[in-house]
């Protein structure tokens, strides 16, 4: 999947793209189910809310099959490749669960803030995707954008270890007012939120202001949440865990566009 | 103004009325000027989040000409008293802040739980008004419907002291994913969350089910919440102060359709 100049233009605008629909319900179908399966494991690798339900599993492409086809999809690698001019490694790979009634807010903040000050990452040449497992709606805590805020830099933050399980460096409400009121068309609003079918596909750059409100509804919004680094910008810190911040900058190569595909189909699980 | 009898089996079926822009921007700029004003003072009747954000101000009609004639208008009054098929008085009157950044979570709830369980009403014959001062948008926490639960009657509720500051009888995850699953339709979501501009009308059923995520975006959501009940169910149990659950049973005498909008325009506020 190759990039048109208009969208490679858009993203150095808005600092986002979406793609609805860009996997299939036969491949995503195989994905939630082994997702659910995980989130269910008293690994290591997965960290629950206050209330004891799953939040988030790391490294699920170092285990799990399906999962590994996914961090090698060429519709995720091709376009990233593409922006950044160079390989990719996988710097991080979440399974983020937000459950039905339980799934807890994320602050605002940008990932990249992390990636530097944790992880010692020289640039912001990272890509956040974000692959839809369930169907994202406006009432089940979308992942909430506020366009244009990546060309800031990095800004000031706050090491948040109080509102929730997860520590994040987080932004004031004044540096976010600012940036809504930067974002906002005439009248109207600074902050989108996309939502859509299962296998709907979100890139934001590693600078971009996100944030996500807690589900209350019973449907659980679940997404993968991988970070695509350029191979030349690697971490230089090792202060997290390996299976949080990867180690092994060895170059991507792309799996089969229909690899995922025909991996479901062996593997398929019945429809909900 | 008078309901069709579609709109009146709408009622029925669904448990809740939807009218967008039925008061204008100018009938409702003063009134939101006006609830800033009331949620910045330190009133008994002003409750706060957590946080200390102000999350509600009671009875404020009681005391603000403004709301005053809000209360008593014909626009809310006349569709209400027709569904009832009698005279109405004001059994609460709030202004629910949902503050910028603070505005806490409201959990799944049934209004008529807590109108019987602490106020004796002997039947669910009050109406929720809910009036929209600022732009209710998906992302600023709106208020959820889950439609069709009303026909359920009084179902069982746990009393909240922890979650939030408002003591709540609050429904359980099993009952809440159950009614939803009742009121999806096929493929869908059973779940509803009306969004418009300032100055629209959310009616519902005093047994609907509904909720409201906290709002992390810095847009405000201030809505009135004018709750009206039919004279002959007045309460008969005196457990909360009277500016929660008003003794003052006198039938409501509607004011002129132009009289919020005339003291509107005599007071008027900058426009944002």
Known sequence: ????????????????????????????ALLRSEAESILRTERREVWHEKTGAPRTAFAAHTYNEAFRLMAHHPRLIEPVQQLFGEPLYVHQFKINAKAAFEGDVWQWHQDYGTWARDDGMPEPRAMNISIFLDE????????????????????????????????????????????????????????????????????????????????ITPYPRKIVYLTLCAVSNHITKFTRPEWIAHRDFTPIEPVADDALLAYARAHRVAAE
């Open 1 to 28: 999947m190759q990039l048109s100049p208009e969208r490679r233009n858009t993203f150095g605008q808005q600092g986002y793209l979406f793609f609805p629909n860009c996997f299939s319900e036969d491949e995503v």
């Open 136 to 215: 994202v709606l406006p009432i089940n805590g979308p992942l909430m954008l506020i366009p244009k805020s990546h060309r800031h830099g990095t800004l000031q933050a706050g090491h948040d270890l109080q509102t929730t399980s997860y520590p994040l460096w987080t932004l004031d409400q004044d540096t976010v007012t600012r940036l809504c009121a930067e974002a906002a068309p005439p009248g109207g609003v600074g902050i989108v939120a996309p939502t859509g079918k299962p296998g709907s596909v979100l890139m934001f750059h590693g600078n971009l202001v996100h944030g996500s409100p807690p589900n």
